[in-house]
Every structure is written in structure tokens, then in C-alpha cells.
């Protein structure tokens, strides 16, 4: 610390005739800085408080970057939301699936598929009364005449509220393993 230089730096020079100031952290009073052109110029506390006030966000900064997310959001949020709508009808195309398998061995063991009362039998073959958002059931069970031949037919349905609104997605399973949806919920 020979004649008060504290630190030397290429273009200028930081001198102090202070006990007060640290080297290493902040610029105090009594301060000052030899520029390029050898003169002596305090370091003002103006200059300190903008270095410290570069450093944050404004509150426009923050209110611009607050919009942007909301905007974003509102974007993002109705295709979520048809995303999910989506799957929860791939749910229950799966789960009509396991109905049909369900029904399917109760034909192989009884020879007849089982009627919506008969569901408690279906159970431990993969038979859900609820599953998720909907509720499955049995809509027709019996036989039907198909070229002058009597085959067995059942028709189990689906039908669950996806999206809070008061239209019910409904989809339908036949003995063919055919899926047909009846009432779309994600588009209507």
C-alpha cells in the first residue's frame, strides 16, 4: 500500500486517503479514481447506487415478463386440455376393450354373454362399473339372427363427463370388438 495505492488496474488507478475503504468489496467515501488523463475525480455516491440499481429488474421489466407468461397460458391451456380429454377417451376404448375379452370368456364358460345384471360376474375378468370419468354397463345381451344363423350379440357402452360440461362422451363396444363413439365430448 505504498503511497495509498490500494489496487492498480491498466487505465486507472484506486487511491484512498481513508482507513474505511475495503479493497476488495465496495467503493466508500473518501475514494477516488485516477483516470487516463492523471487527474484525481471522486467516486460520487450517484455513480454508486446506479451500479447497485443496474443489477434488479424494473417493475415494467417484471409486469412485461408476467404478460408474456399469462399469454402463453391462455394459449397453452385449451390444448392441454384437449390433450387430456383425448387420453381419458383412450381409457375408456381400452377399457371397453377389456369388457369385450371380459365378456368373451363368460360366453366361452356359459354360453351366453352376460346381461347388465350379470356384470358382478365379469368381475374377475377385467369388468369396472367406473372406470375414471366413466361408468360402463351392459346395454343389450341376447342373440340375434345373422344369414339364418343364431349368434349370441352384446352391445356394453361408456359414458363419462371428460371435460365439466354437460354433454357425456359415450362409446359403444360390440361383440365384433367394433368401437364406435356415439357422442364425441373433446369436439362437440
Do not use: C
Request: hydrophobic residues 40%.
Amino acid at each position: 500500500m505504498a503511497n495509498g495505492v490500494v489496487r492498480e488496474d491498466r487505465r486507472m488507478t484506486l487511491s484512498t486517503s481513508t482507513p474505511h475503504v475495503r479493497v476488495r468489496g465496495s467503493i466508500l467515501a473518501g475514494a477516488s479514481v485516477t483516470g487516463r488523463s492523471g487527474r484525481r475525480e471522486p467516486v460520487s455516491r450517484k455513480s454508486r447506487r446506479n451500479t447497485r440499481r443496474q443489477a434488479a429488474f424494473t417493475l415494467v421489466e417484471l409486469l412485461i415478463a408476467l404478460s408474456i407468461m399469462g399469454i402463453l397460458a391462455a394459449v397453452a391451456l385449451p390444448v392441454y386440455s384437449s390433450y387430456v380429454a383425448q387420453s381419458r377417451q383412450a381409457d375408456a376404448q381400452r377399457q371397453l376393450m377389456v369388457v369385450a375379452q371380459a365378456q368373451e370368456i363368460y360366453r366361452f364358460q356359459n354360453g351366453a354373454y352376460a346381461t347388465n345384471a350379470q356384470t358382478a360376474a365379469l368381475v374377475p375378468y377385467g369388468w369396472l362399473n367406473n372406470f375414471g370419468s366413466y361408468a360402463f354397463t351392459v346395454t343389450s345381451a341376447g342373440t340375434a339372427v345373422v344369414g339364418g344363423v343364431t349368434v349370441p350379440v352384446f352391445t356394453a357402452q361408456a359414458k363419462g363427463n371428460i371435460d365439466s360440461d354437460a354433454t357425456l362422451d359415450t362409446w359403444t363396444i360390440d361383440q365384433n370388438g367394433t368401437l364406435t363413439n356415439v357422442i364425441n365430448d373433446v369436439t362437440g
